[in-house]
Structures are given as C-alpha cells and as structure tokens.
C-alpha cells in the first residue's frame, strides 16, 4: 500500500534546493567568489571594457593556463566600486586576497528574500498616512526608486503611468527585454528594468564542475517576476492609485504605495527563493549610475551567516551608494523574537523592523466542546462551513512509528494518509524546515478537511492558505488544543473562514518574527533604526494563471514589506525636500517616529511587554511628520570612514575603499584600547554604547542642523530614562540664527547607580511650540 503523498512540483524543488545546498563542497573544485577592489579609480567610474581586461589579467595570473576556460568573468563592477565575480578554487581566492589592489575576497552567498520563510508569502497595506496630504500639488522632484528583487509584474496596476509626467533627463537606465518581457513594458512609471541571469544560471549551489563550460548569457533571462516578491515590494514603495483594491473581499480600499508618484526601475537579482550576492553587488552598482535616487532591498544574509562589512555584498554597495548620494534602505531580517538576529546593520543602511497594523485576519474555530478559539490566518471557502469534522494531531497518526517527529510537524511522507482522509488535522511547527505552504500541500494531497497549526513564532502573521480551511494560534491555545484531544474519545472541531477585523488594538504592535537588536557586528550603532509595518500587507500580487479567479493583489508579511514602506517615505520625503541628503531624511524619518500605540500606550511586542529600542529602533514609520522634523542629526560620510577606523579596518585598506582619499588617514587622537567606543560618537541620530563601566562616565557628542521653518529657534532637551543611569545634556538649550544652521551638545552618562545590562531612554529636544526631535538612546551597563 502506498501512504506517500504525491509531490507537487513545488515541494519537489523545494526539497531538491534543500538537498542540493548541503553537500559539502571541496576545497579544489572551483566556486564563484566576490572580489571586492574598493573604490574606482576614477570618480567618475571606470571605462567597462579597461576594468575588464585588468580583471582578467588579475585572473589569469592565478589560473593555470590548463583551465583557461575559467578566466573569465560573470559580473564585473566598475561603476561605484571595483571588481568581480569568477570560478575560483579556495586556493586561488587566498592568493588572490593578497594582491595589493584587492581588498577582499569572498565565496558568492545565497541571500534570502525577508518574507517570513521564503516561500511562505506575507504582505502589507499601506496605511492612511498620507491621506491628508496633498501630494500632487507639493511635490517638486521626481524620485526614482531602484527595488533589488525577483524583478517585476509589469501588468499589475499599480505601475499604470497615467498622471505621470514623462522621465526624468537624468534617467540614464535601460529597459531589458527578456522571456516575455518587452520594451513597451517600461513606461513613465516603471521605467527601468534589469536582470542577472539568475533564471538559468545552473545552480551556483551545487558545484561546478572543472571541466563545466561557463554559460555567458542563459536565453531565458527576463526581468518578469515569476515570485511575487519583488512586484509587492515595488507596488508598496511607489504603487500608483489603485481603487477598489481588495484580496477576495479582504482589506479593500484604495491601495498605493508610500509615493504613488515616484518612478520605479526593477533590478533582479534574485529568483525563487534565494539572490546571488554577487548579482546584488552588480545590481547596486548599476542603480547607482542608471540615476536612482533610493535602493530598496528586502533581502539579507541568515544572522548566522553574518559576515564582516568587507565580506558582504549589500554593505559594500550601499556603502559606495552613500558615497555618490544614494540612500540604500534593507529589512533587517525575520529570525525574531531572540536578541542579536538584525542584520544589514551597516551604519550607512537605513534598517526597518516590521510591525503589525490595526487590521487583523481571525479565524474562529470551535471544539466539539463548544470551547470557542480566535486563531489567525486567511482563507476562503464556503462549503461546510459550519460542519464538524474528526480532529486529529499528526503526532497520532504517523505513516509509520519512527515518524512520530516528523508527524507532529506534518512533513511530506510522514502521515498515515488513511487516518489523514476527512479530519482536520493539528500540526506543530518544531523545525525550520518545513513551511506553513508545504504542510497544507501535504494535507490537501491527503484529503484533509483543515489545519491547525501550532506556532507562537508565525501565529502574527496570517498565512493564506487559500480555499483550505486553516487556523494559526500559539502555544497557550495550543495547549489547549492537544489537551481537548488528548481528553476526548472522539474530537472534533471546526473552522470558519476568515473574518476581517479593522481598527484592531492595539497597533502597531512589533511583529514577533521581526529581527531583533542589539547588532552583533558593533554593538555602537543602534539596530534596527525604524519600525514600519508589515504583517497582513495588502499589495500588488502576480496573477495565478491556473486560476481564474485569481487575484491582483495578495497579503503577505515579513521585513520584506516594512522596508519598502520607508523606502517609499523616504521617496515621499525626497520629493518635497530635494536639496535634504539621504542621512537628513534618516534623521527626520527617525527623530520623528511614534513611540505609542493606537491605545495611546507605548509600542509593545507580542508578549504584550513595551517594546525596547532593540525591537523598533526610534519607533513606528510617520511619514507626514518627517516632513519637519525641525532639527537632523547628518551623518556625513566622513563619520562612516572615521567609523572604518574605530571599527578596526587598517589605513591602507580605506586607502582602497575610500573613494578620491588614496591618503587617508585615520582621526589620530584614538586611544587605541578603547578604539571601538568611539563608534558612538559618530553623529547617528540615536546613541548606543555596547559597555558602560559602573565607575565611568562616557560623554558622547552629536551635532544638530536647523532645517525649521526658521532660522531662529531654540531648542531645551528634556530626559527620559532608567531609574539609576544618570544622563546630563550639556548645553541643555540651543539655539540657531540666521546663518548658525548647526549646533552641538554633549550627552553624558553615569553607570554608577544603574542596573547592569541594557537601559533605555529618549532625548528630547523641544523648541516650545511644535517640533520634538527625540534621540533614542540604549547603553549596556557592566
Ligand atoms: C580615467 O579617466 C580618464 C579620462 O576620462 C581615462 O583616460 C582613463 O583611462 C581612466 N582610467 C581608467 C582606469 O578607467
Ligand atoms: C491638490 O492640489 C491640486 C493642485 O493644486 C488641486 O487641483 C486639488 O484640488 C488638490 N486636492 C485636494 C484634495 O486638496
Ligand atoms: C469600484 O467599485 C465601485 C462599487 O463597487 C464601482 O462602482 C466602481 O466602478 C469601481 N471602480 C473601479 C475603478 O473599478
Ligand atoms: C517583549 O519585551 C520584553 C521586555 O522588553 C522581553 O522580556 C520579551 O522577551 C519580549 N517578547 C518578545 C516576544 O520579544
Ligand atoms: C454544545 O452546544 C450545543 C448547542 O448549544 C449543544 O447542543 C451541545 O450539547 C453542546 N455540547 C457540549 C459538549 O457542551
Ligand atoms: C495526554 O494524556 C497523557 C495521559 O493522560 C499524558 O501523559 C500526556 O502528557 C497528555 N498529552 C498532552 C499533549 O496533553
Ligand atoms: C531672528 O532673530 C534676530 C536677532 O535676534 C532678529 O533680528 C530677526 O528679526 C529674527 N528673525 C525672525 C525671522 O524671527
């Protein structure tokens, strides 16, 4: 008798990527390897064809002459920075780490797109922020925002371009055509479009072997999304005007992004599931020279996986962005609630954290008890509807008794199909392994009439599980769950389809998957820095062509669909204040974050507890405040070269990095023991200090810009902290005039009566009539 359930095809490349990426590589097969030269020798950019041939050259004074074949290059860089991608032996790439024109040498890494699992897809409405503005009458410049993705649906209506002026001058990018992509696909709205050759590529996964010819360009390359990743993350950033936007009833209104008039060129580097760094870094450079003034990236490397700044692909290129102007704005990643999961923690990226909105997706569900539950998720249905079904956990009825693990969570062959036919079934989510998607593929194989499943992590993000019956709780009713089951001779349960519950409260509320601070690269920068939302999103979605009724919109969650809510701001922002730097509108954006609810009470996670500046950074997105923040603290980019200093790079390593510095030299005065320290003393609009000894007091100092409305204002801070940690401002007012734009204070902090560990506080400077600017600050007491 047969029990496996069929694959669907999906879960068959699922698990062969699983497989595929486990094998343990060997040291003498080559592999693609980033080499990171720095800065371009002219500022300008290097000529292509000049930084090739030296690449080359490079290669094949390290390549036998044997294989010659792999002196080649699959993406070279020379716009922003310098270098390239190439097959490499573990050997070659060390000698090649030595050449005196090359400042790192890394294996190529698989980043992952930041929806709460890949494949599990979550989405974002974007709120009524801006309702009461009038955008079009305000709005002087036209931004263009670069989204680094699975590329893009172009039919989705949300890239429509009417009441869209025509394209930029500067605009120097290209529309690619590819597999059913045209050049009448770009428009006034969509107006770029570019892929890496990620399709087809076999696999950068699995090894290559030495005698494997290098494809030079696969024929099925196409900047369309085939994901859905990458059109929901643009439509959230720059959606144009959408009315009666809805997913299957759910979450109607009208649907827009954060700056429904700015321009949006699609840069994929990514494909199913996973992005090559080094298409990332090619993709980075070439949005930095087609023009872009913001770069969107909902994509990052696992917390484990974290590397050092020089080693990663979205540091260097945002990096190199801010150098030429370009604001670069990442997730921080899904590996919440645990502390130290943040990454693309650079100072010079702007990092977003996700939250909940007031809209939530409950799912009623009732014991054969009559014990009513509210659990989560989105589906639709309307047969049987209210009829009982026999309720069975997975634990109890595996495919064979050695499978009682892999049962509990529900895994592909692991359930006795007879006793899965017919019942709702109770699932666990114990691994990492298997995602909400393949748990209820393997029980609609099955025959199943429903799932529950039990999984404090994702219980805040909905999953939509389409026209299969579906309920999400977390481990107290959970418990409640297997206790009716363990307790009753014949359980039984129902579920009803989703109810939509609008001004929910309290929200925003921190999502539990979101990636939680402090950073573990340098805990003396503030990580995350911005909280937006992103669970239950409502945004543009590529259409399933198997189904007729499919959607143009789909709900989706993770850190994916917060960051470009505030790439969208920021465009938002950039459009009435063009002359503002990116760092300006990072501190106005910042400084102006909303630290309460809708229930007037501070921001607090899942655990119902108040949130900590390690879990939203200064607070939740409010675009319409940022407008006038009053006061910005400017990070400038000589702070991130100083920041390379006390960080621990040498001088003739920023040689190479720095652009137009071939002799720079590091601030001299740096007691060398506490050389980390004085990373907190970079002007960043908020203050962290990773170890503040109970017998020291640290002084850290930040300069503020008047960008008020007029040139007189003073400004008297106000403090709000721990019992214990003694904080002094110092002066505790200043004050501009015409002509004194800038003015700087000194925060000092004493240990000496505090509580050991993290205390928090806010810094708030107030100029008596409209503006408050609040600097969050977190210091680790020992
Ligand atoms: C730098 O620019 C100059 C003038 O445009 C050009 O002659 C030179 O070849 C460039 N150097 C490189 C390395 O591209
Ligand atoms: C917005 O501004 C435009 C142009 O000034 C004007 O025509 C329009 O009526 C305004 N809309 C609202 C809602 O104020
Ligand atoms: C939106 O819905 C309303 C009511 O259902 C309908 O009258 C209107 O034509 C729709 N608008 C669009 C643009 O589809
Ligand atoms: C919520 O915050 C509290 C206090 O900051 C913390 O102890 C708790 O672990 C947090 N809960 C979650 C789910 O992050
Ligand atoms: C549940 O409620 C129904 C209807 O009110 C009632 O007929 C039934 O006896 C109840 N069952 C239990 C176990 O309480
Ligand atoms: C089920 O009941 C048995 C015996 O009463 C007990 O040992 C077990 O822990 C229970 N399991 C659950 C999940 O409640
Ligand atoms: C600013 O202050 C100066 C000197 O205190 C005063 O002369 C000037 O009129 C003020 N300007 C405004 C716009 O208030």
Redesign the pocket.
């Known amino acids: 008798m047969a029990f496996l359930f069929h694959f669907s095809p999906t879960i068959f490349s699922i698990l062969f990527l699983m497989i595929t990426s486990c094998i343990a590589s060997n040291d003498q097969s080559p592999k693609p390897y980033v080499v990171y030269m720095g800065s371009p020798l002219n500022s300008s950019g290097d000529s292509a064809e000049i930084e090739e041939l030296l690449h080359i050259r490079i290669l094949s004074s390290i390549i036998p002459s044997e294989e010659s074949e792999r002196i080649s290059v699959r993406h070279s860089y020379h716009h922003a920075y310098r270098g390239f991608c190439a097959l490499l032996t573990k050997q070659e790439a060390t000698l090649l780490s030595g050449h005196e024109e090359v400042v790192s040498v890394f294996p190529d890494p698989i980043l992952e797109l930041h929806t709460t699992r890949s494949w599990d897809f979550l989405g974002a409405t974007v709120g009524s922020y801006y309702s009461t503005y009038n955008h079009s009458s305000s709005s002087n410049y036209d931004v263009i925002i670069g989204v680094i993705d699975t590329g893009i649906w172009p039919e989705s209506p949300g890239f429509d371009d009417q009441h869209i002026g025509e394209v930029p001058s500067r605009w120097k990018g290209v529309c690619m055509e590819g597999v059913d992509f045209h050049k009448s696909n770009c428009n006034r709205k969509l107006i770029g479009a570019r892929f890496y050759n990620i399709d087809d590529q076999d696999s950068d996964i699995t090894e290559i072997p030495k005698s494997a010819k290098i494809p030079s360009r696969p024929p099925n390359g196409t900047p369309r999304d085939k994901v859905g990743h990458g059109t929901h993350t643009a439509s959230i950033a720059a959606g144009a005007f959408v009315p009666n936007a809805t997913y299957h009833g759910l979450a109607s209104g009208i649907a827009r992004g954060g700056s429904p008039f700015a321009r949006i060129a699609t840069y994929k580097a990514c494909s199913e599931g996973y992005c090559q760094g080094s298409a990332i870094l090619k993709a980075i450079d070439d949005a930095i020279k087609d023009g872009v003034d913001i770069i969107s990236i909902s994509v990052g490397k696992s917390f484990v996986f974290q590397t050092d700044f020089k080693d990663d692909p979205i540091a260097i290129g945002a990096f190199h962005a801010a150098e030429r102007g370009v604001g670069v704005v990442c997730s921080g990643g899904n590996e919440g609630p645990d502390s130290y999961t943040v990454t693309n923690s650079a100072p010079w990226i702007l990092t977003v954290a996700a939250s909940t909105i007031d809209r939530n997706f409950q799912v009623n569900v009732v014991l054969g008890n009559n014990v009513s539950l509210k659990g989560t998720g989105i589906s639709f249905y309307t047969i049987g509807r209210s009829k009982t079904y026999p309720l069975a956990f997975g634990e109890n009825i595996p495919f064979h008794p050695s499978l009682t693990f892999q049962a509990r969570n529900c895994m592909p062959g692991s359930l006795d199909a007879k006793r899965v036919a017919g019942k709702i079934v109770v699932c666990m989510n114990d691994g990492w392994s298997v995602s909400r998607e393949i748990k209820k593929l393997v029980l609609q194989d099955g025959n199943a009439k429903g799932l529950i499943l039990i999984d404090e992590k994702e219980k805040s993000s909905p999953f939509d599980s389409g026209n299969f019956p579906f309920a999400e709780f977390g481990k107290l009713a959970g418990a409640q769950i297997l206790q009716y089951i363990n307790s009753s001779r014949n359980p039984l349960a129902t579920i009803f389809p989703v109810n939509e519950i609008r001004r929910f409260k309290p929200a925003p509320v921190v999502a539990d998957f979101s990636s939680r601070g402090p950073a573990s690269l340098t805990e003396n920068i503030l990580k995350p820095d911005i909280t937006a939302p992103g669970v239950g999103i409502l945004s543009a979605m590529i259409p399933n062509t198997d189904d007729k009724k499919s959607s143009l919109f789909g709900i989706t969650s993770g850190t994916s669909m917060a960051c470009p809510h505030v790439s969208g701001a920021m465009a938002f922002i950039k459009s009435i204040h063009p002359t503002w730097s990116f760092s300006m509108i990072k501190s106005a954006i910042m400084t102006t974050a909303t630290i309460s609810n809708n229930a007037r009470k501070p921001l607090s996670n899942t655990s119902n507890l108040h949130a900590s500046p390690h879990e939203i950074g200064a607070g939740e997105l409010n675009p319409i405040k940022a407008l006038n923040p009053g006061l910005v603290f400017e990070t400038t980019m000589n702070d991130y070269y100083n920041f390379l200093c006390y960080y621990g790079y040498n001088e003739k390593e920023l040689r190479l990095i720095v652009s137009n510095k071939k002799n720079f030299i590091c601030p001299t005065n740096t007691r060398t023991t506490y050389k980390k320290e004085l990373i907190s003393h970079i002007n960043y609009p908020s203050i962290s200090i990773e170890k503040l000894e109970q017998n020291r007091i640290l002084r850290v100092k930040r300069v503020a810009t008047n960008v008020g409305n007029?040139?007189?204002a003073t400004y008297t801070s106000s403090i709000f902290g721990p019992p214990g940690l003694i904080v002094r401002v110092s002066p505790s007012k200043i004050a501009f005039?015409?002509g004194i734009k800038k003015a700087s204070f000194e925060v000092s902090f004493d240990g000496n009566k505090a509580s050991k560990g993290y205390n928090f506080g806010v810094i708030t400077w107030f100029d008596g009539s409209h503006d408050k600017v609040h600097m969050v600050f977190a210091v680790n007491v020992e």
């Open positions: 007029s040139p007189n005039v015409k």
